[in-house]
């Protein structure tokens, strides 16, 4: 039984997924093709969102441009959950010295505000996708292992956990065959308000153009470009922006209905 | 005491923690911060001869210790690309992103306390209901987003501000204040829908417990019970939320003020990150997150005071 507020987020999210989807087989037309005599055409039929300064159409940009924002935040929340989960797993289940050690790192880490921390990582490595993703991983990783970290520490003194030892699984088996399945009501909603979380920051980070590079299209990098033609073209920067919002309005809703399906309100 | 006390502590070890992965961050770049200065003509020994100048040459462990010591004592290094020190360069910059993240904390009080009030007190009812949808939509607005439909429509289509102009705190105080409203406004958008959501939901927790109940039976309005006796508990878990907003809010800031061409700390981060002028880097990203652990620690200090019972 899933709640209402799940359902409607899952709808927004799917509409917005479907057109990032269908982006990726198909898309209206080319999206680096400049056409000059198109050259901000209003929406038409034949361009459903218009077309930007380079007569380039804005709703074959925002299905690329998305394909992207998703991508990097799938890799975001692969990496920094993968490097969460090993950490906070350890850290939880055996305690003592290696949770000391992981911790204080998380708790270093987590006094830069994300953002900050995936400005040092782009300043260091350099601007790009790949940077990107691995910079945000890892601002991300340590509030994943927090979380992970405690339901581990909650977990290992459960009944299940003691049988499973007595039976003599070994540590690993125990950690990511017995206790990770048990956990996954948190998790899941982790991930989706850090997917949501990656979203948002790389969409800010494009913007302000130390994400992905143009010519390449992300929605951020489009409302950058757009917001130069704010006054005569406000249209322009609306359906990128829209589809952010829709973007993490939908994931969010899903995170909250699944929390106040879980009992917590 | 021993409570303030032990949360010093971590405080000093987190500024410990975030200067060292700061300067090894920054160490472990490959080039020479000599040859980044000389540029790359410089003949072999003056580059050696500066090199032991800024005691490049030293081990790490004796540079970091230096780069500490002199971080503490204001001396923030000098810029590679404009040969000044950094401190000059970010003085009045930190002062306008530090004014413009008061000013939007301030909205997001402001602007919470009563909202998530009311909603608690009509909760269920058609406003509620409609303000806490258009709440959900608020909070899915990237801080840059807001800032644009702001300037779109207070600033194009009202004609309330000028986009794009900024006035300088030593011409005019109040022009100074006016020109940063917009921003921060737009930062707190956001932020106060979030805040709004965490103190209803804390507010209705709080009504539902039998305190609240007490204090009707005793012939206390639905308002009285509300100010006097629901609100205070119920700002304690909403407390984090708004020691974790301005941290939020001082890094959204960098971001909106590219949206409304103030020029802050966000345009020198900016172009010293293009540029690689890492001791600017470095400097601003050590002054912000000092700032947010300074924060973390009072609001520390401040929930301890509201709710003795955390230890």
């Not at chain 1, 309005?249 to 699944?258: A, E, I, K, N, T």
């Not at chain 2, 002062?95 to 269920?124: D, E």
């Not at chain 2, 959900?136 to 501000?161: N, W």
């Not at chain 2, 907003?245 to 981060?269: C, H, K, N």
């Amino acid at each position: 039984m899933k709640s209402t507020t799940f359902r409607i987020g899952a709808a927004i999210a799917g509409i917005v997924l479907l057109l990032i989807l269908v982006g990726c087989i198909w898309t209206p037309y080319d999206p680096a093709a400049i056409d000059n005599s198109m050259k901000f055409a209003s929406p038409s039929l034949a361009h459903p969102m218009g077309c930007d300064q380079f007569g380039r159409d804005v709703l074959s940009r925002i299905m690329i441009g998305g394909r992207i924002t998703i991508l990097t935040a799938f890799g975001t929340v692969i990496l920094g959950a993968g490097l969460g989960i090993i950490t906070g797993a350890f850290s939880g289940y055996f305690g003592g010295i290696i949770d000391t050690i992981f911790m204080r790192t998380a708790d270093a880490f987590l006094a830069f505000p994300s953002v900050l921390l995936a400005l040092v990582i782009i300043a260091i490595f350099g601007t790009g996708e790949l940077q990107l993703v691995l910079s945000l991983g890892i601002a991300f990783a340590p509030s994943f292992a927090r979380v992970v970290r405690g339901e581990f520490l909650r977990s290992k003194g459960l009944c299940y956990v003691q049988s499973a030892k007595l039976q003599g699984a070994s540590h690993m088996r125990i950690l990511f065959v017995h206790i990770l399945p048990n956990i996954k009501s948190v998790l899941i909603s982790a991930l989706l308000i850090g997917f949501n979380n990656a979203v948002l920051a790389e969409a800010a980070l494009s913007y302000l153009g130390i994400g992905v590079q143009p010519p390449k299209p992300s929605l951020g990098g489009m409302l950058a470009e757009s917001q130069q033609y704010l006054f005569s073209e406000p249209l322009l920067c609306i359906f990128p922006g829209t589809v952010l919002i829709l973007l993490v309005l939908g994931f969010g809703l899903m995170g909250d209905g699944l929390n106040t399906k879980a009992g917590e309100v | 005491m021993k409570y303030a006390l032990k949360k010093l502590a971590g405080m000093l070890l987190a500024l410990l923690g975030v200067s060292l992965i700061l300067f090894l961050a920054f160490d472990l770049i490959p080039g020479d911060p000599a040859t980044a200065k000389l540029g790359t003509n410089a003949t072999p020994e003056r580059l050696d001869a500066l090199r032991e100048e800024m005691g490049l040459n030293d081990p790490i462990f004796i540079r970091y210790i230096r780069w500490l010591t002199d971080f503490i004592r204001g001396d923030f290094g000098e810029s590679y690309s404009y040969s000044m020190p950094v401190r000059e360069m970010i003085g009045e910059k930190l002062l306008i992103s530090i004014t413009m993240t008061i000013m939007a904390f301030i909205m997001v009080l402001l602007i919470s306390i009563p909202v998530g009030l009311f909603c608690a007190r009509h909760k269920g009812g058609k406003i509620d209901t409609s303000i806490c949808a258009v709440g959900q939509i608020l909070m899915s607005i990237p801080p840059f987003f807001s800032g644009i439909l702001i300037t779109l429509l207070f600033g194009i289509v009202l004609g309330l501000f000028t986009p794009g102009e900024f006035i300088s705190y030593d011409k005019s105080i109040s022009g100074f204040i006016g020109s940063l409203f917009f921003p921060a406004l737009s930062i707190a958008i956001p932020k106060a829908a979030m805040a709004v959501k965490l103190l209803r939901s804390s507010l209705i927790t709080e009504l539902s417990l039998d305190y609240p109940r007490t204090a009707y039976s005793r012939g206390n309005s639905d308002w009285q019970v509300l100010l006097h006796h629901v609100l205070k508990n119920a700002l304690i878990p909403v407390l984090t939320f708004f020691g974790m907003a301005l941290a939020d809010i001082l890094t959204g800031s960098i971001i909106v003020e590219q949206v409304f061409g103030i020029p802050g700390l966000g345009r020198i981060l900016l172009t010293s990150i293009m540029n690689r002028d890492y001791p600017v880097v470095q400097a601003i990203i050590m002054l912000l997150a000092a700032v947010v652990i300074v924060v973390n620690f009072t609001v520390d200090i401040i929930y301890r005071k509201l709710d003795p019972r955390i230890t």
